[in-house]
């Protein structure tokens, strides 16, 4: 399978028709093996019933449906685990993403490139609620994580399958897989593309979600700061902690011995900061416990082998 088309729906019953409609027309005459992935992400509309109308009539389309709506994140999620392409692609089920830039990206992952990032340029959403705010968390994001991208926000990406499948991912973190994959050093391009108004329905996104892209991005820079090593920072912690309670402990020994009584203050700092160095150890032992355990390891990300990837790539393109 050459490509996977990735798109989560959610209340998008005016939209999944035109929106397959123009998938078809972009993917059929690219001459590729490939398939489409409507994820309905618990739609309480005819978004489920009207996709699986149409898969009964293109086997190249499979519908994959959750009991309740999770969000985006775990849409891609479950359209990425199920994909069976070389390169995937995901987009948003609006009809703001346009599926006619879909040769481009593939073109760009065909250049060497592992990840292609959409940058709607000329997007068409309400200045103060979505263009300003994505204006400041892009730059807050290339601030902190060190990988400047225009457009985190934009659902339109291309990945090699072998990346994208090894990158976990939970909570809004979709936006932040440039960073993430990051650490296995992949090449990332970005590439300017259309951006429609909705046509029907409303945004599932607003100003509420901030929070929730500002606690993944401290997350985020905690993973590429300190991964993989989470012990290391705890540690240095707690060791200025356990300084701390130690002098006190000394100066609490001095004032006794000098005044002939104890000193309450030296004494509660030397426990409150002695129990607070113990109490960071345990966490980074804790912490280096997941990431023993987990899912997130940099053997990983330093087993996604470049030279596999583009002779997998090139057997692609004598097909």
């Known amino acids: 399978m050459d490509l996977s088309v990735i798109v989560p729906l959610y209340n998008e019953e005016d939209s999944v028709i035109p929106l397959y409609k123009a998938l078809v027309n972009t993917l059929n005459p690219l001459n590729l093996n490939y398939e489409i992935l409507f994820i309905d992400d ?11 109308e149409l898969a009964k009539n293109n086997q190249l389309l499979r519908v994959i449906k959750f009991r309740r709506n999770y969000g985006q994140t775990p849409a891609m999620v479950a359209g990425i685990e199920h994909a069976k392409g070389t390169i995937l692609i995901t987009m948003d089920g609006d009809l703001q993403n346009d599926p006619a830039d879909i040769p481009n990206f593939i073109g760009k992952i065909k250049e060497g490139y592992d990840i292609v990032v959409g940058w709607r340029y000329k997007r068409q959403d309400k200045l103060l609620t979505r263009k300003i705010p994505s204006k400041v968390a892009n730059w807050l994001i290339g601030k902190i994580t060190g990988v400047r991208i225009k457009d985190n926000g934009c659902s ?18 979709h936006r932040f897989i440039p960073a993430i994959a990051s650490l296995a050093g992949v090449s990332v391009a970005e590439i300017k593309v259309n951006h429609h108004a909705r046509q029907y329905g409303i945004s599932k996104y607003g100003l509420s979600r901030i929070y929730k892209v500002l606690i993944d991005l401290i997350t985020i820079k905690t993973i590429i700061s300190f991964f993989p090593r989470p012990l290391v920072p705890f540690s ?10 130690f002098f006190s402990f000394i100066s609490g020994i001095f004032h006794t011995l000098q005044f002939g009584q104890e000193s309450i203050v030296f004494w509660g700092l030397t426990i409150l900061y002695g129990g607070l160095a113990i109490v960071l150890l345990f966490w980074g032992v804790l912490a280096e416990l997941v990431y023993r355990t987990g899912n997130l390891k940099i053997e990983i990300f330093a087993n996604l082998n470049a030279d596999n990837e583009m002779s997998r790539n090139s057997e692609m393109e004598k097909r």
């Open 42 to 52: 618990g739609s309480r509309d005819k978004t489920y019933s009207l996709a699986k």
């Open 236 to 245: 240095l912690i707690a060791a200025v902690a356990a300084l701390v309670s």
């Open 156 to 173: 339109l990406k291309a990945y090699r399958g072998d990346i994208i499948k090894n990158i976990p991912l939970y909570s809004e973190m």
